[in-house]
């Protein structure tokens, strides 16, 4: 939730359909439906009955031998008003006061040529953000978990578009998890947009 020219928050990430959804957020732990603190693997170590997320689990548990140790399928997440779905992905860059940009050009134009990327897909198991590099792997137009996962993937919201995307991210990451301890998400919210709404601020010309 942020504003069209990435620089406001408040009114989005602190609306009262944000404070219902967070209290039920919060639910899911005071029930006990889900930990309170980290537990690693949860989903493939058949701890946890459902994991929302990418390709990456489909394809690993698709390699011979790596199966995991109870059956498995691949479904659309719940559907309320509207599908939603969150659709973000991370790239590397050159910062632009790099002491060697020649050398780091480079590097980052043999990192994203069309044969590293697919290998890194093929071995992550995400699907990759540049359609020509989907059309170049046969599982998006035969199988069924990879041609729904691009279709779903036109319907998705990205991450909050913003040049403070990390300010954005490193104020939100512990109002959530205070939330899911016990704050009161209609304080945590609007104090957050708030905070943030002062953090985005230097970005305005």
């Not at 602190?14 to 219902?20: C, M, Q, V």
């Not at 031998?65 to 659709?87: A, C």
């Not at 009161?184 to 957050?192: E, G, H």
Request: glycine content about 8%; charged content about 20%.
């Amino acid at each position: 939730g942020i504003s069209e020219d990435g620089l406001t928050v408040s009114g989005h990430i602190d609306t009262p359909e944000a404070i219902k959804g967070m209290r039920f957020y919060q639910s899911l732990f005071a029930k006990g439906l889900t930990p309170l603190g980290p537990v690693p693997n949860q989903y493939p170590g058949g701890l946890a009955a459902t994991y929302f997320g990418g390709l990456n689990f489909t394809n690993r548990f698709r390699v011979p031998g790596k199966e995991p140790p109870f059956k498995w399928g691949v479904s659309l997440p719940p559907k309320g008003n509207i599908v939603f779905n969150g659709n973000g992905s991370d790239a590397p860059l050159v910062w632009s006061k790099s002491q060697h940009p020649a050398e780091a050009v480079a590097l980052l134009s043999y990192l994203c040529n069309d044969k590293n990327r697919l290998a890194f897909h093929k071995t992550w198991g995400s699907m990759p953000s540049r359609t020509s590099l989907r059309e170049q792997m046969s599982v998006f137009a035969t199988e069924q978990p990879f041609k729904m996962a691009q279709a779903l993937s036109d319907a998705s919201y990205s991450v909050p578009r913003s040049p403070g995307y990390f300010d954005y991210f490193n104020a939100m990451n512990p109002a959530v998890k205070d939330i899911a301890l016990g704050a009161d998400p209609a304080k945590v919210l609007p104090d957050t947009a708030a905070k943030i709404d002062r953090l985005l601020a230097k970005y305005r010309r």
